[in-house]
């Protein structure tokens, strides 16, 4: 799965659009992942979404992770899950969305990272690497900065995606340093123009992933 550029969802920073008219725009600008969050709505709610979301993404040819709920994926057939540390192991998820289903997993720290590699994630979201409003974060998960995720991809092989705070600015930095994409949830939602953010975005992870390889060689995490 490609993890340039990866779309969080939040219904409450889109202003006078709908998520889905977030995500249609984001697809058009390339996007290579969407996550449905929307944390703050019913599972009925969300699962409708979902539906939605899910017709777009399938005719886009972009693969839907579901955060948090491993029985919302199942519900409307999504690629996979993202898990926090207050949701179910990696291990029990894939139980039940099957040995094909792509599960992430959040970490901040160089010893999250590594013990969710060997409890068999797909792939990492970590941050939050720089200041942000858009997700509440404690003290300990908070400004990681890009020292921090160049320990974590040289303690790791499984790829992962920075997320917190991530801008078409700064998301070559992060990339430079060693993550395989950026994720981002107002960069793109809250942009007056959604699929310019994604294009944009996809542009610093190009150039991230330039200067990478031109000052240290291809690097284990593409």
């Given amino acids: 799965m490609n993890l340039d550029t990866y779309l969080v969802t939040d219904d409450g920073l889109s202003g006078d659009r709908s998520t889905p008219e977030v995500v249609e725009a984001a697809i058009a600008g390339g996007v290579d992942v ?4 929307e944390k703050g709505t ?4 969300r699962y409708e979404l979902g539906s939605e979301l ?3 993404t399938r005719a886009g040819d972009v693969p839907l992770i579901v955060n948090d709920r491993v029985d919302i994926a199942a519900a409307v057939d999504a ?3 993202h898990l926090g540390d207050e949701d179910l192991p990696v291990a029990e998820a894939r139980e039940q969305l099957g040995p094909n289903a792509v599960i992430g997993r959040s970490v901040s ?3 999250e990272a590594r013990a969710a590699e060997r409890g068999g994630a797909d792939y990492l979201g970590v941050g939050a690497i720089f200041a942000t409003d858009s997700k509440e974060t ?3 998960q908070s400004e990681l900065g890009v020292e921090r995720v160049r320990r ?4 790791v ?3 992962f995606v920075a997320i917190g705070g991530v801008t078409p600015a700064n998301a070559s930095d992060v990339v430079a340093a060693g993550a395989d994409g950026v994720a981002v949830i107002s960069a793109v939602t809250g942009a007056d123009d959604p699929e310019a953010a994604t294009r944009a975005l996809n542009e610093a992870v190009m150039t991230g992933k330039q200067s990478r390889n031109r000052d240290r060689g291809d690097g284990h995490n593409g």
């Avoid at 019913?42 to 709610?45: E, F, I, L, V």
């Fill in 138 to 140: 404690d003290s300990e």
């Fill in 157 to 159: 092989e499984v790829p």
């Fill in 152 to 155: 974590i991809n040289e303690a």
């Fill in 34 to 37: 969407v996550q449905l969050r």
């Fill in 109 to 111: 720290t160089v010893e």
């Fill in 42 to 45: 019913s599972a009925r709610s």
């Fill in 54 to 56: 899910r017709e777009l």
């Fill in 79 to 81: 690629d996979g899950v």
